[in-house]
C-alpha cells in the first residue's frame, strides 16, 4: 500500500489532473511503488493537518535519470529540448524547468540523478502528454490530455 505525500503546492494540480506522476529517491529496500499497485496520494503526513488528496492507481512506474538539460526516461526517450523540459516540468507541478531543476538540485549535479517516476497514467498517455504541443497554459479550458483527464473525472 504506497502512500506518498506531496508537499501542499502540489494538491490542486494533482485534483485537477495536470499533474499525472510524481518522482521519488529510490528506496533502499527496493519497494518502490510498481504499476498495478494502489497509490494513496496525501499532504501533511504525520501531522495534524494530515489530509488525503486521492486514491490512484499506478499504471507505469520506472527508473529515470536526471541531469543538467536532460531528463532519460526508459522507454519514452531523452528529453533534451527547451520545449520537452519544458512540458516535463510542467506536468510535474512546477512553472518553468528552471523551477522544477531548483527544486530536484539538478543544477548542482555532477553525474547523473537516479530517480523514480510513479504515474498514475499509461507510459502512452504520459508520452503524450510530454510532447510540448499537448502541455497545457490555459488548465480546463483546452483539449491537451491534462483537460481531458481532468473533465473525464469530473
Given at each position: ?46 501531522t495534524k493537518q494530515c489530509r488525503k488528496i486521492a486514491e490512484k492507481q ?97
Amino acid at each position: 500500500m504506497p502512500a506518498l505525500n506531496f508537499q501542499k503546492q502540489f494538491a490542486p494540480a494533482i485534483l485537477a489532473g495536470r499533474k499525472p506522476f510524481t518522482l521519488r529517491a529510490l528506496r533502499k529496500d527496493g519497494r518502490d511503488p510498481k504499476a498495478g499497485q494502489p497509490l494513496y496520494l496525501f499532504t501533511a503526513m504525520r501531522t495534524k493537518q494530515c489530509r488525503k488528496i486521492a486514491e490512484k492507481q499506478c499504471k507505469f512506474a520506472v527508473t529515470i535519470s536526471l541531469s543538467w538539460r536532460c531528463v532519460t526516461i526508459a522507454t519514452i526517450g531523452m528529453l533534451l529540448k527547451d520545449s520537452e523540459l519544458e512540458s516535463f516540468s510542467r506536468l510535474d507541478g512546477f512553472n518553468s524547468y528552471d523551477e522544477f531543476s531548483r527544486f530536484h538540485e539538478v543544477h548542482m549535479l555532477m553525474e547523473n540523478k537516479q530517480m523514480r517516476l510513479i504515474s498514475w497514467v499509461t507510459r502512452d498517455e504520459l508520452k503524450e502528454m510530454l510532447e510540448p504541443k499537448n502541455v497545457c497554459y490555459k488548465p480546463g479550458t483546452c483539449h491537451c490530455p491534462a483537460c481531458w483527464l481532468e473533465r473525464q473525472s469530473e
